[in-house]
T-cell receptor, first 115, second 114 residues
Framework: TQLLEQSPQFLSIQEGENLTVYCNSSSVFSSLQWYRQEPGEGPVLLVTVVTGGEVKKLKRLTFQFGDARKDSSLHITAAQPGDTGLYLC???????????????FGRGTQLTVWP | SQTIHQWPATLVQPVGSPLSLECTVEGTSNPNLYWYRQAAGRGLQLLFY??????ISSEVPQNLSASRPQDRQFILSSKKLLLSDSGFYLCAGRRGTGSSYGYTFGSGTRLTVV
């Protein structure tokens, strides 16, 4: 059973277009992270959102945490070829899960931006 | 800041041979450490995690084992590799405290069992 569902699984767009990736769950998370992974490399942490309804911006990337802390979205404005990669969301559990540092990963969205 | 070192970057091993992948951590002490396997560039499967020296928890029964002989060293092993052990292995360390935490990942090891 996958705790976090990401959609779409694949996204292929032209440079300059906007896009949104979704990360949904029926579980509540104490925080949620987004990572980007390039081929042959480990994922790199982009952002952590903690508060329900929180919005964070990282240049052309906007991250939002749902009010109920069950879902999140990543919006990219004017996508560039350098944005190409696998985007993974990960939820952090509270309580003992927080002590153990467990993260529950979605399967990822593979984004390709064509020049 | 925390840095995770993994080696080797790629490895081709015959079926039945032993395996030892090493992960070392710089920049933090007593970190929580994790071994993940990633199939075909997709989702991450948690294999083992460790909250301290000699403390290993396994998530999935399998042909692999893990050890933490030192605070900043985490080792993934197998006595006899199977074809199904092929994959991309990632070591990660926890960064941050409380409920606002994330991972720093190493650059991974691509293992091909032939």
């Amino acid at each position: 059973t996958q705790l976090l569902e990401q959609s779409p699984q694949f996204l292929s767009i032209q440079e300059g277009e906007n896009l949104t990736v979704y990360c949904n769950s029926s579980s509540v998370f104490s925080s949620l992270q987004w990572y980007r992974q390039e081929p042959g490399e480990g994922p790199v942490l982009l952002v952590t959102v903690v508060t329900g309804g929180e919005v964070k911006k990282l240049k052309r990337l906007t991250f939002q945490f749902g009010d109920a802390r069950k879902d999140s979205s990543l919006h990219i404005t004017a996508a560039q070829p350098g944005d190409t990669g696998l985007y993974l969301c990960a939820g952090a559990g509270g309580g003992r899960g927080s002590t153990l540092g467990r993260l529950y990963f979605g399967r990822g969205t593979q984004l390709t931006v064509w020049p | 800041s925390q840095t995770i070192h993994q080696w080797p970057a790629t490895l081709v091993q015959p079926v039945g041979s032993p395996l030892s992948l090493e992960c070392t951590v710089e920049g933090t002490s007593n970190p929580n450490l994790y071994w993940y396997r990633q199939a075909a560039g997709r989702g991450l499967q948690l294999l083992f995690y460790s909250i301290g020296i000699g403390q290993i928890s396994s998530e999935v029964p399998q042909n692999l084992s893990a050890s933490r002989p030192q605070d900043r060293q985490f080792i993934l092993s197998s006595k006899k590799l199977l074809l199904s052990d092929s994959g991309f292995y990632l070591c990660a360390g926890r960064r941050g405290t409380g409920s606002s935490y994330g991972y720093t990942f190493g650059s991974g090891t691509r293992l091909t069992v032939v």
